[in-house]
């Protein structure tokens, strides 16, 4: 690849390559390839694995541009725009950058600007732009809703985007996509240029990052209902390849110069993204964790293993501890603490402690001062720290592509292998731990689905853009659509958001004398005024996050002292004061919980009272699922296995029954006074809790009173008075529950109010600072936005934000395509055993009973029960 | 007064509606699972706080709430007047968000207020947010309104205040449970006073253990929380701040 792409004396300038010789170093090809495709214009997407320079890569060719302009007397804007989805990632960059910078003296300029990023820096960096601006999706937006954004980015020669598979499949990647498309529009020889990760398909990423523009219909038959001059290329996926640049570097095409191609029968054009693939890494050395060969039957901790854990530390240089939740990040530090016997420096690092804290664990590990730390998804990414060599992973993997980014983080060389140990915490876990390793060992990777833009991610961006400049309909339609998330949006669709940004978008027209946005007499629309506009920009971007609460040391008149953290709402909720529970590695008590405080003492509890916590946030991977249903079904398999697994196996096939990848296995069964249905779908534990609601209503209706049900990863289980044996299954299994049954489930069920609160604020129907009601006293008064949801959801059920709503709980919040694809795979595959007692693969299932959710209206459950506890008092 | 103040035993039974029976300074009241207050024997229908047209004037400011909040304020206030019958509806306070939202009322949620006073006494009680009363509208205009021993009046009075009913605080309700959080809007009564809930549909609440509410009661009160179709009555022990 080198070779066609040019050889280093044509590619890099002298001061280049001298810089890479004084280091000992040669330019790899693909970081050479990269410098090829920007001299050609070529947008460009890089995959590589971690350690492979795959961040200079990026940047090289933007150095070497700046390096050989002339200079200039007045300030030129920004060059370059550097995206990460981490501001730590974008602060990291920016110190790696300055090595090649400062020692080649360059005459760049390379700032980072995030929400950390002091405001006097960012008023300079607004009124004079450094050369390269390193940033996050968030700025990013803020920026483009600027007033002067058309100033600010008309050099804008590049855009690098880093950890891209990380950020497309998501709303940040909508909101992204569509500043892509306006960074496009202001800058059109703007480059595209993305970083990637191993990612399974290559195409999805490149299909959303690439600028999807039309031209005249020729053949006029692709169809498009938008009153557009526009034909839109459909599906670019697949074109990139065949398209690729010429290899020799030729000059920058003109502006507006675009790969040509002819589908069904019209003339469109996009602009391909060019792939550049860096070299393959060793393969990682994955082993598994048997702790005296057996493997629990139950449990999501792992403490059965922590000896050993702690020995492969000892063994290392430094351990990363990666584990799925912050309960068990907690969990797993305080056990190995209590096995410290060497005093090995060992640190905790997860999202709900203090930022400062987390800086600190960081700094120390950069260092090298530091032996191991327990982490979550926090350090997934990004920040690269040499020293680390093996990489544990604590309990299931829940998906191929998240362990090989976690490996990944060990041994930034590229010819020396990762090492990586799996800690199965129960028998599935097993099952799955296996499918992980083999599929890593195949190099095969679960990938996100391409998604289809998001409404109110539109919204924000359509305000965004009125605060900016006056916009025409037309012309902003056209630039959306070549955003790849959003380059099939409907006509009616985008007339319908806009319309919402105006006047909240009501069947009922009384807002519209209060426009948010107005249409000036040439026809193009604007903000109001400077108040919309600024209320705008204090609420840009894509996250919302759980409601969190401080964690603070409650001093001894009971107010709140130093901050030690942040807790979501949701895990306090299941605290009462004077419950002991774990948090930054200590035992903590709680004492009272004050407006956005919680006040805690310490305690010297060593066994805090736990509050049942679900094993993982993460869903098993689609794919991982199908590896260990196949596993399973395959005996001659089953060898790779440690023993007592496969004798749990084998007793399950003796018991029971053991069913193809395809099928369903259904158990019925007596224990105790219940009559339990046990189901092993294999499609994670979102998926299966929909499936138990929707099944517990059919239940029901069948006259079969389900009294409760228990969901994990790999099974679901229903319990009722009445045997369970004769029920046609198949008419229980039907897909048709997801039709009426779902809409009224759904309708009904928190995750629509929480879904609905989320799209609200990231639409700008309400703030995420929503001013509460200030009554004289000062006092707030909650103002839900369940109640908003109540009233819409009466009154205009088909409004735009209920349809956002809908769409995010369908797929993020119940995984409903999911469900559809595993009801659609079981047609007809059902196989139902009746067993007089339970089964081995029931075990881990059952264990987890007394986490259960009643069916029905939980919470009025709760206020009834709070009833009779008043009841019962009065009446002692 | 004695040092151990004996224990004292509310009265409370649910009444067919799903509402609550108990007695406040004496007189038997139904704490209605809308948040509505019913007399029986005046035949009474008592609401506080409708915040009518909350959402424009949202709107007004930029932010585009749902331009159906009164009209289903007022949908909800004719099915309870459609379940009771009363003689009377006494408005009390807070029945407009704001001085000009009268005027931003729609032809249709103007029409139903003036049938609301038809066949009936409609009463106004002034508040904070609507001290003139309405300006148009049909109905008498008062400051509070004594009836059956009972005194009714938008914002509770400081100290001792037997027989009062009254709203403006909006009170909410926050239970704590292992199994998860719920929190409701409610009516808090010490079988002395009593404060409604909020009756508007954008109307927010406000948790019952804010100093906002300390002081107004003699004893630890009891919250009728408004459930699903019923009030349900939750001792003081079970509450929860936010």
Not at chain 1, 70 to 92: E, Q
Not at chain 1, 537 to 565: D, E, F, H, Y
Request: aromatic content about 6%; glycine content about 8%; hydrophobic content about 45%.
């Amino acid at each position: 690849m080198a070779d066609a792409a040019g050889s280093p004396a044509d590619l890099l300038p002298q001061r280049f390559r001298d810089w890479f010789a004084g280091r000992g170093w040669a330019a790899r090809s693909h970081q050479l390839e990269m410098v090829a495709k920007a001299r050609a214009g070529r947008d460009a997407l890089l995959i590589a694995p971690t350690g492979g320079g795959k961040t200079l890569a990026g940047f090289l060719p933007s150095l070497i541009e700046l390096a050989e302009r002339p200079p200039a007397n007045s300030p030129r804007g920004l060059h370059t725009i550097y995206i990460s989805p981490l501001k730590a990632l974008a602060v990291d960059v920016e110190r790696n950058l300055g090595a090649p910078i400062l020692e080649m003296g360059l005459p760049v300029v390379a700032e980072s600007r995030t929400g950390d990023t002091g405001i006097s820096r960012r008023q300079r960096q607004r009124v004079k732009p450094p050369d390269i601006l390193l940033t996050t999706p968030e700025q990013l937006a803020l920026l483009c809703a600027w007033e002067g954004a058309r100033l600010y980015f008309e050099n804008l020669a590049c855009v690098i985007l880093d950890e891209i598979h990380t950020l497309h499949a998501s709303k940040r990647g909508d909101l992204l996509a569509l500043d892509l498309a306006r960074l496009q529009a202001l800058a059109p020889h703007m480059r595209r240029v993305g970083l990637s990760a191993t990612v399974d398909d290559p195409e999805v990423i490149k299909a959303w990052m690439a600028s999807h523009r039309g031209v005249e219909v020729v053949g006029g038959g692709a169809g498009s209902s938008a009153p557009s001059t526009t034909s839109w290329s459909s599906s670019p996926v697949g074109t990139g390849e065949e398209l690729a640049a010429p290899t020799s570097p030729v000059p920058p095409p003109r502006a507006g110069e675009r790969d040509h191609e002819v589908v069904e029968g019209a003339l469109v054009s996009h602009r391909s993204i060019d792939l550049v693939r860096g070299p393959g890494g060793a393969q990682p050395i994955v082993d598994l964790l048997l702790s005296e060969g057996r493997v629990p039957w139950a449990g999501h901790t792992a403490q059965h293993a922590m000896a050993e854990v702690y020995e492969a530390i000892k063994r290392a240089r430094t351990a990363l501890v990666f584990v799925n939740t912050r309960f068990q990040a907690e969990f797993a530090f305080q056990e190995l603490w209590r096995l410290n016997e060497d005093a090995l420096p060992i640190a905790l690092h997860h999202g709900s402690l203090a930022a400062e804290q987390r800086r600190k664990v960081e700094a120390a590990m950069a260092r090298g001062g530091l032996r191991a730390v327990v982490c979550t998804s926090t350090l997934d990414l990004g920040i690269d720290w040499g020293d680390v060599d093996l990489v544990i992973q604590l309990a299931s993997p829940k998906g191929a592509s998240r362990m090989v980014q976690r490996i990944g983080r060990a041994n930034h060389r590229l010819d020396e292998p990762s090492r990586a140990l799996f800690v199965p915490a129960n028998r599935f876990e097993m099952l799955e731990c296996q499918a992980a390793r083999e599929a890593i060992a195949e190099n095969r990777l679960d990938g996100d689905p391409p998604r289809v833009g998001a409404l109110d991610v539109l919204a924000q961006h359509v305000m965004g853009c009125a605060c900016s400049e006056p916009f025409d309909m037309l012309a902003l339609f056209d630039e959306v659509r070549s955003a790849g998330p959003y380059r099939d949006l409907s006509w009616e669709d985008f007339e319908a958001v806009v319309d919402f940004v105006s006047t909240g978008g009501y069947a009922l027209k009384t807002y519209d004398r209060f426009r948010r946005i107005v249409q000036l007499p040439d026809g193009r629309w604007k903000v109001r005024d400077l108040n919309v506009a600024q209320r705008h920009r204090l609420n840009v971007g894509a996250i919302v996050s759980p409601a969190m609460l401080s964690v603070r040391i409650a001093t001894r008149r009971g107010q709140g002292g130093r901050k030690i953290g942040e807790i979501e709402e949701g895990m306090l909720e299941m605290l009462d004061p004077g419950d002991t529970f774990l948090f930054g590695g200590q035992v903590w008590a709680l004492a009272e919980v004050t407006n956005l405080d919680v006040l805690v003492r310490p305690a010297n509890d060593r066994d805090p009272k736990m509050p049942s916590w679900g094993s993982s946030k993460f869903a098993l991977s689609t794919y991982l699922a199908k590896r260990v249903r196949q596993l399973m079904f395959d005996e001659s398999h089953w060898k790779v296995l440690p023993t007592d697994v496969r004798e749990w196996l084998e007793l399950q096939k003796d018991r029971s029954l053991i069913v193809s990848e395809q099928e369903l296995l259904l158990e019925t069964f007596p224990k105790g006074r219940r009559n339990f249905l046990v189901a092993y779908p294999f499609e994670g534990r979102l998926a299966h809790t929909t499936l138990a609601m929707l099944l517990t209503r059919r239940l029901e209706r069948m006259g079969v009173g389900p009294l409760g049900f228990v969901c994990n990863d790999y099974a679901l289980a229903v319990w009722a008075l009445e045997p369970l044996d004769g029920l046609d299954f198949g008419e229980l299994f039907a897909e048709d529950m997801l039709g009426d049954d779902l809409e009224a489930w759904l309708s009904e069920s928190f995750m629509m109010k929480r879904a609905f609160k989320g799209c609200a604020i990231i639409a700008g129907l309400i703030e995420k600072r929503f001013p509460g009601e200030q009554q004289k006293t000062g006092r707030q008064i909650t103002f839900s936005t369940d109640l908003i949801y109540d009233v819409l959801r009466r009154h205009e059920p088909d409004h735009l934000l209920l349809r956002c709503a809908r769409a995010d709980a369908a797929t993020g919040l119940v995984d409903v395509a999911r469900l559809g694809d595993l009801l659609a795979r079981i047609k007809g595959r059902i196989r139902h055993i009746a067993l007089d007692h339970l089964s081995p693969f029931s075990v881990p299932i059952l264990l987890e009973i007394g986490k259960e959710r009643s069916p029905g209206d939980a919470r009025e459950t709760i206020l009834a029960e709070a009833e009779e506890d008043l009841i019962a008092e009065a009446s002692q | 007064m004695n040092d151990v103040a004996p224990a004292f035993t509310y009265a409370f039974a649910a009444s067919p509606c799903g509402g609550l029976r108990t007695a406040v300074g004496g007189t038997d009241v139904t704490l209605r699972a809308s948040g509505a207050l019913w007399l029986e024997a005046a035949r009474i229908l008592v609401v506080a706080d409708l915040h009518l047209e909350k959402g424009s004037a949202y709107a007004a400011r930029g932010q585009m709430l749902p331009p159906y909040d009164t009209r289903e304020t007022l949908r909800r206030l004719a099915a309870e007047v459609a379940a009771t019958a009363p003689a009377a509806v006494v408005l009390l306070g807070d029945t407009f968000h704001d001085r000009k939202a009268e005027g931003r009322l729609s032809a249709a949620d103007a029409g139903a207020l003036v049938a609301l006073a038809e066949g009936r006494r409609l009463v106004w009680v002034v508040g904070n947010h609507d001290a003139d009363g309405p300006r148009a509208l049909p109905g008498e205009t008062v400051d509070e309104i004594r009836v059956e021993g009972l005194v009714l009046r938008h914002e509770p009075q400081a100290g001792a205040q037997p027989g009062e009913v009254a709203g403006h605080l909006h009170p909410a309700a926050r239970v704590v449970a292992p199994r998860g959080t719920v929190r409701r809007r409610c009516f808090i009564t010490d079988g002395e006073r009593v404060v409604l809930p909020a009756f508007g549909a954008y109307a927010g609440g406000l948790n019952v253990r804010d100093a906002a509410f300390a002081g107004l009661f003699v004893r630890p009160p009891l919250a009728g929380a408004l459930g699903d179709r019923r009030v349900r009555a939750v001792g003081w022990r079970q509450l929860a701040g936010d």
